[in-house]
């Protein structure tokens, strides 16, 4: 069983619509989550991170994290034909603005396809 | 400020030989992390260089080892490819090995 499962989709929703994405994982010791966008042919961009447990507005997109069920959810508002992508959760075990050893790896999600057809 | 930026950008390579990819992280950024896209692995993975020194390995094979230079650009090399290494290939840079990581476009390798 993988440490993070996402399920891959892919998700076809018309322009306006609420998208919701999910990721559970298994590991505890996961204290940081980050969402990624990916679009076609690039790298991956972060577009939303969470420490811990809790709600991260930015914009359209909400982050939420629950820990006691580790589940993190990314929501959509509004979804436009420019959010058609591939979206990946990530997570780390360490606190980023912890000090003390590094800890540079990502455990990443499967990633969902999302089409916003206008 | 520049990107991080990878080259070559595309690569074809057949069974048994070598390939270096080059990775070039945003100004400033020392630590480079490195992972390997697949559709059906998704994103793993493969280790983190900070400082010149690799502080965080992946499960992948010895095949795959990396360097980073004293100007933080980093290298990885993948020796005696094999069909399932055909991959994209990306490099992410951070401030420090706790910041947040900005990957680059990637380099898509093609083993026949």
């Known amino acids: 069983q993988k440490e993070v499962e996402q399920d891959p989709g892919p998700l076809s929703v018309p322009e306006g619509a609420i998208v919701s994405l999910n990721c559970t994982y298994s590991n505890s010791a996961f204290q940081y989550f980050m969402w990624y966008r990916q679009y076609s042919r690039k790298g991956p961009e972060l577009l939303m991170y969470t420490y811990s447990s809790g709600n991260k507005e930015d914009g359209r997109f909400t982050a939420q994290v629950d820990k006691s069920s580790k589940y993190i959810s990314l929501f959509i508002r509004d979804s436009q034909p420019s959010d058609s992508a591939t979206y990946l959760c990530?997570?780390?075990?360490?606190?980023?603005?912890?000090?003390?050893?590094?800890?540079?790896?990502?455990?990443f999600g499967q990633g969902t396809i999302l089409t916003v057809h206008p | 400020k520049a990107g991080v930026t990878q080259t070559p950008r595309y690569l074809i390579k057949t069974r048994g030989q070598q390939v270096t990819l080059s990775c070039s992280p945003i100004s400033g950024h020392r630590s480079v992390s490195w992972y390997q896209q697949t559709p059906g692995q998704g994103l793993q993975f493969l280790f983190e260089y900070f400082s010149e020194t690799q502080r965080n390995k992946g499960n992948f094979p010895g095949r795959f080892s990396g360097r980073q230079f004293s100007n933080s650009r980093s290298e990885m090399n993948v020796s005696t490819l094999e069909l399932g290494d055909s991959a994209l290939y990306l490099c992410?840079?951070?401030?420090?090995?706790?910041?947040?990581?900005?990957f680059g476009p990637g380099t898509r390798l093609l083993v026949l």
């Open positions: 990530a997570m780390s075990p360490r606190d980023i603005n912890a000090g003390g050893t590094s800890y540079g790896k990502l455990t």
């Open positions: 992410a840079s951070s401030l420090t090995p706790l910041g947040f990581q900005y």
